[in-house]
């Protein structure tokens, strides 16, 4: 399918950037990020959607800040299909509004996708997912709000359901040189739940090099599927097609 022409249009992505960088100016620990990410970190982000936008599917995406994300899973969310998207940040969310009311192909069926200006943790629409796109950038929190977060979308999860979320590479190192001992402790900490995560439930990893910084996309699969236990890495090749994807730190 074709993008919807928002996309297209580069005083929209202008704007957006804008108000993420404004964000990260005036929070950078809640907004996770200096800059927006690439359009290839979104592209693959979805890409569990892509692979299934021939059946109905219900998606979530949590921590969309400025939208890149929810600009490439626009397109696949067509009849049938269901898309809710998670931002606490008010100023965010009032732009995701005008994302999907501006969106062509969604004309006249907006009852396919809701924003929630919530956190993942409080959110209660009744519905468990088949995918589930999540842009909140884990380093920035708490081993056990990390832990509360990924429970809470394996419970959101169908069973056979799919998990992606990204982390930068060499995060570790570079907090590990700059920052205090307890920071790094913190880092090692959420690093560890995440590892355990991996392990039990991993699917698949693919590399994002055209991102600054580069950033790892996991694919994590629910009890009760074609679970895949292990972690495999794919070509990072495959990940140089699509989209851009920008998070809001504390926005899930």
């Known amino acids: 399918m074709q993008s919807h022409n ?4 580069p005083e929209h992505h202008d704007a957006a950037g804008w108000m993420f960088l404004r964000e990260a100016v005036h929070d950078l620990r809640t907004t996770g990020a200096v800059a927006p990410s690439s359009r290839r970190l979104a592209a693959a982000l979805a890409e569990p959607v892509r692979t299934q936008a021939d059946r109905p599917l219900s998606v979530l995406e949590a921590g969309a800040g400025t939208g890149p994300a929810t600009r490439a899973l626009l397109p696949l969310i067509g009849p049938g299909s269901r898309l809710d998207v998670v931002e606490p940040n008010p100023r965010f969310a009032h732009h995701l509004r005008r994302l999907v009311h501006g ?4 004309a006249g069926t907006g009852r396919r996708v ?3 200006q919530t956190f993942v943790e409080q959110l209660d629409t009744g519905h468990r997912y088949d995918v589930i796109v ?3 950038p884990f380093t920035n929190f708490t081993p056990d709000e990390v832990e509360t977060i990924m429970s809470r979308y394996f419970e959101l999860l169908h069973p056979g359901g799919t998990l992606t979320y990204f982390a930068y590479r060499g995060t570790r190192l570079a907090r590990s040189l700059l920052t205090s001992r307890a920071e790094a402790a913190r880092h090692r900490g959420v690093d560890e739940v995440l590892d355990r995560y991996r392990r039990r439930y991993g699917h698949g990893r693919v590399t994002v090099w055209g991102n600054l910084p580069p950033a790892d996309v996991w694919q994590l ?3 009760g599927g074609a679970l895949c236990v292990g972690t495999s890495t794919r070509a990072s090749e495959s990940a140089t097609r699509g989209g851009g ?5 504390r926005t899930g």
């Open 221 to 223: 699969r629910a009890p």
């Open 6 to 9: 928002i996309s297209h249009r």
């Open 114 to 116: 809701h924003i929630h």
């Open 134 to 136: 999540s842009g909140l």
């Open 103 to 106: 969106c062509a192909e969604l």
């Open 245 to 249: 994807s920008e998070t809001a730190g």
